[in-house]
């Protein structure tokens, strides 16, 4: 029996796009034997798990909104800009405004991992299905802490950053899972080479306390580009599909315009037809 791997790159506000991709999937009954979700990505993923369509959508275009999930405000009380608790905490628990359905996640047999980044070590955390338990969806928290912009997320003493300073694109840890085709949900277009941007002042911001993590933040982009180049390697011999926007409708890791994200989850809608084609042939 063919093993089908997903994996969600993430990206800040742009995860709309991968959350219109996974919309279609739920609707068209698509899915996968392994999930990999790194920051945004897996908070997408945790949702396509629970089976709950549209939930991902109203957390980009109407919570997002809310100066009590992201802004200066924020920044100013607790020391991160996304109030990474309001998120996966206030809205997502039981009594919260759209709760995750946890016994549908526990109960979905495709094996989830969630990638963060040990803030003292640098190294790459994969965590399990296992981690994520009732009213305990810290492990996205982990997953999607982007240095500087959110203080490191501890958890059993252990902080964490952004699952992309050690993996940006898993595609490599979904093949040693056994998959035999993997998909791979991109927030950029697949050909745009990743420049460092503001890594390195991010860097500098977690450098004295946490060098080598830092250190994995001055390179993400590379790690990056050299991640995206094997998928398209395994993409040639017809073992993986990249699903990418052709263009990322003005949205950036932080941009928090309505508009222009209904737009990037509507080209992510459309192009979940990608997926159904690519698992209809066999290589």
């Given at each position: 029996m063919e093993r089908i791997g997903i994996v969600d790159v993430g990206g800040g506000f742009r995860g709309i796009y991968a959350a219109g991709v996974l919309d279609y999937c739920m609707e068209q009954g698509v899915h996968f034997d392994v999930g990999i979700g790194v920051s945004a990505?897996?908070?997408?993923?945790?949702?396509?798990?629970?089976?709950?369509?549209?939930?991902?959508?109203?957390?980009?275009?109407?919570?997002g909104m809310r100066k009590e999930y992201a802004g200066m405000g924020n920044f100013l009380r607790k020391g991160s800009f996304i109030d990474l608790d309001y998120v996966y905490g206030t809205l997502t628990n039981a009594g919260g405004e759209y709760p995750l359905?946890?016994?549908?996640?526990?109960?979905?047999?495709?094996?989830?991992?969630?990638?963060?980044?040990?803030?003292?070590?640098?190294?790459c955390k994969y965590f399990t299905k296992d981690d994520i338990r009732l009213d305990d969806c810290?492990?996205?928290?982990?997953?999607?802490?982007?240095?500087?912009?959110?203080?490191p997320y501890v958890i059993d003493g252990v902080p964490y950053f952004d699952g992309a300073l050690a993996d940006p694109v898993p595609v490599q840890k979904a093949f040693d899972?056994?998959?035999?085709?993997?998909?791979?949900?991109?927030?950029?277009?697949?050909?745009?080479?990743r420049l460092p941007g503001n890594d390195p002042r991010l860097a500098r911001g977690i450098q004295k306390k946490y060098p080598l993590a830092a250190e994995k933040m001055r390179h993400r982009a590379d790690l990056y580009n050299e991640s995206v180049a094997l998928a398209k390697q395994h993409a040639a011999q017809g073992k993986a599909l990249i699903v990418a926007p052709d263009d990322t409708c003005g949205v950036s890791t932080l941009t928090r315009d309505p508009e222009k994200l209904k737009q990037l989850y509507h080209k992510g809608y459309a192009d979940g037809r990608l997926i159904t084609e690519f698992l209809a042939t066999h290589p």
């Open positions: 990505g897996s908070a997408n993923l945790v949702t396509y798990a629970a089976g709950q369509r549209g939930r991902n959508y109203v957390f980009y275009t109407e919570y359905d946890f016994a549908a996640v526990r109960n979905n047999p495709m094996e989830l991992l969630v990638v963060a980044t040990e803030a003292e070590t640098g190294r810290s492990v996205c928290k982990a997953s999607s802490a982007i240095p500087t912009v959110c203080k899972m056994g998959c035999d085709r993997v998909v791979v949900l991109l927030t950029k277009p697949k050909d745009l080479v």
